[in-house]
C-alpha cells in the first residue's frame, strides 16, 4: 500500500493542517493535465487511489481553510470551476411531462 493511502486512513496531520495525502492531492491537482484518462491512471498509479475517491478527497479539500492557506490560487481556481458547474446546472431545464388531460 502506498504511503498517501496510508496517511488517509490514518489521517496524520502536520503542522500546516494538512496530512501528507492532502498535500500530495494539492500538488498532483496544481499539475496541468490535457488527457483525462491519463490524470485517471496517474491518480491511481502515483496516489493510489480511486478517481472516485480522490474526487471526493479533493472536493472536501476545496473547502479547507488549510487547503487554502496551502495553495490560494488553485484552491480559488477549483472554487470557481465548481460555482460555474453549479451555475450550469441551474440554469438547465427539466422537461417535464404533459399534463394528463
Known sequence: MSSTVDSVRRGVMD?????????AILVFESRPWRDPARKADA???????SAARYYRLLGALVDSPAALRFDPMLIGRLQRQREARAQSRARRTIPTARPLA
Open 43 to 49: 491518480i491511481r498509479d502515483e496516489l493510489g487511489l
Open 15 to 23: 503542522a500546516d493542517g494538512l496530512d501528507e495525502a492532502q498535500r
